[in-house]
T-cell receptor
Framework: GAGVSQSPSNKVTEKGKDVELRCDPISGHTALYWYRQSLGQGLEFLIYFQGNSAPDKSGLPSDRFSAERTGGSVSTLTIQRTQQEDSAVYLC?????????????????FGSGTRLTVV | AQSVAQPEDQVNVAEGNPLTVKCTYSVSGNPYLFWYVQYPNRGLQFLLKYITGDNLVKGSYGFEAEFNKSQTSFHLKKPSALVSDSALYFCAVRLYSSASKIIFGSGTRLSIRP
C-alpha cells in the first residue's frame, strides 16, 4: 500500500481480555517496528522485525506481549490478559532496510497507530 | 546505553519569532539523529536527519537542526514560527552500527500563539 496501515484505529477492551493489533507495512519494506506511546510519555520501543524474524524483542514489557510477522509483510501484536497500564497508542513503522533506510531514506514511515483503552 | 533527552515538555513561542526545541543525546559511537513531528490526530512524520557531513541540516516545513558533537546536542530550529507548527516534536537517535531500533526522546509540545 501507499503507507503503513494499522487496524483497528481504536480498541476498547475489558481488563483481562486478549487483543490483537495489526500492522500492514509498505510493500517491500523488510524492516518493521512496534512502538508504544503512553499518555504523556515518549515513544517506547517494543520489537523489531527483519523479514519474519525478530532480532530484537527487548522492549516487550512482559510475557503477556508477543508479536509475529508472516510472509515478510503483515505483523500482529498480541497482548494477553490486558491490564489498564497497557492503555496506550501502539505505533507500527516500517523501512526498506534497517540500515539502508538510514542513508537514503527518511528513517521510518509510521502508521497512524491503534489507540488501546483497557477498562 | 544510548539515550535521548528533551529537557522541555512544552515550548511556547509567538508567531513570527524564532523557535528552538532542544535535544541532547548520549551514545557510545557515531549517532544518526532524527527529528519527527506528530500533528494532532495524525501519525508521526519524518522532519530531518543528520547522518554525516554538514552539521546544519535542513528539513521539511522550513525546519533545520544543528548537530553539535562537543555538546552532544541536536537542537531543532526555525527562523520564523507559524501557528501551524504547533505539534509534538520528537528527537531520536540511532547508533551507526544498530540495525534494530531508534531511541526516541519524551517529546516536546510546541505551541505557537498568533
Amino acid at each position: 500500500g501507499a503507507g503503513v496501515s494499522q487496524s483497528p484505529s481504536n480498541k476498547v477492551t475489558e481488563k483481562g481480555k486478549d487483543v490483537e493489533l495489526r500492522c500492514d507495512p509498505i510493500s517491500g519494506h523488510t524492516a518493521l517496528y512496534w512502538y508504544r506511546q503512553s499518555l504523556g510519555q515518549g515513544l517506547e520501543f517494543l520489537i523489531y522485525f527483519q523479514g519474519n524474524s525478530a532480532p530484537d524483542k527487548s522492549g516487550l514489557p512482559s510475557d503477556r506481549f508477543s508479536a509475529e510477522r508472516t510472509g515478510g509483510s503483515v505483523s500482529t501484536l498480541t497482548i494477553q490478559r490486558t491490564q489498564q497500564e497497557d492503555s496506550a497508542v501502539y505505533l507500527c513503522a516500517s523501512s526498506t532496510n534497517a540500515l539502508v533506510a538510514i542513508i537514503g531514506g527518511g528513517g521510518y514511515t509510521f502508521g497512524s497507530g491503534t489507540r488501546l483503552t483497557v477498562v | 546505553a544510548q539515550s535521548v533527552a528533551q529537557p522541555e515538555d512544552q515550548v511556547n513561542v509567538a508567531e513570527g519569532n524564532p523557535l528552538t526545541v532542544k535535544c541532547t543525546y548520549s551514545v557510545s559511537g557515531n549517532p544518526y539523529l532524527f527529528w519527527y513531528v506528530q500533528y494532532p490526530n495524525r501519525g508521526l512524520q519524518f522532519l530531518l536527519k543528520y547522518i554525516t557531513g554538514d552539521n546544519l541540516v535542513k528539513g521539511s516545513y522550513g525546519f533545520e537542526a544543528e548537530f553539535n558533537k562537543s555538546q552532544t546536542s541536536f537542537h531543532l530550529k526555525k527562523p520564523s514560527a507559524l501557528v501551524s507548527d504547533s505539534a509534538l516534536y520528537f528527537c531520536a537517535v540511532r547508533l551507526y552500527s544498530s540495525a534494530s531500533k531508534i531511541i526516541f526522546g519524551s517529546g516536546t509540545r510546541l505551541s505557537i500563539r498568533p
